[in-house]
């Protein structure tokens, strides 16, 4: 699996922070939830953290998903 990258993130004035992917806006944390990932973004690979926290990353099994013939028909897999 490729690393993250494109992420980023801004400190707000008023104790949020505001995190980017490729500069689209991918999510906003505030209170507690903000300081939990600034302390684990300083700790640990920023990227990764910033893909984990906005759930914008994937294996490899789901990209290959979609091209599967079970899930080109539009059906939800339930018969």
Same mark, same amino acid.
């Given at each position: 699996m490729p690393r993250p990258h #494109?992420? !980023?993130y801004e400190? =707000?004035? %008023? #104790?949020s922070v505001? /995190?980017?992917?490729? +500069? *689209?806006? !991918? +999510?906003?944390l505030? #209170? #507690? *939830? !903000?300081?939990k990932f600034l302390a684990?973004?300083? @700790?640990? %690979?920023? &990227? /990764?953290?910033?893909a984990r926290w906005t759930g914008s990353y994937r294996f490899g099994n789901? =990209? &290959? !998903?979609?091209n599967h013939p079970r899930n080109r028909s539009?059906? @939800?897999g339930r018969r």
């Amino acid at each position: 699996m490729p690393r993250p990258h #494109g992420f !980023a993130y801004e400190r =707000r004035r %008023d #104790g949020s922070v505001a /995190l980017t992917h490729r +500069g *689209r806006a !991918a +999510g906003v944390l505030r #209170g #507690g *939830r !903000a300081e939990k990932f600034l302390a684990e973004v300083e @700790t640990g %690979d920023a &990227q /990764l953290v910033m893909a984990r926290w906005t759930g914008s990353y994937r294996f490899g099994n789901e =990209r &290959q !998903a979609g091209n599967h013939p079970r899930n080109r028909s539009g059906r @939800t897999g339930r018969r």
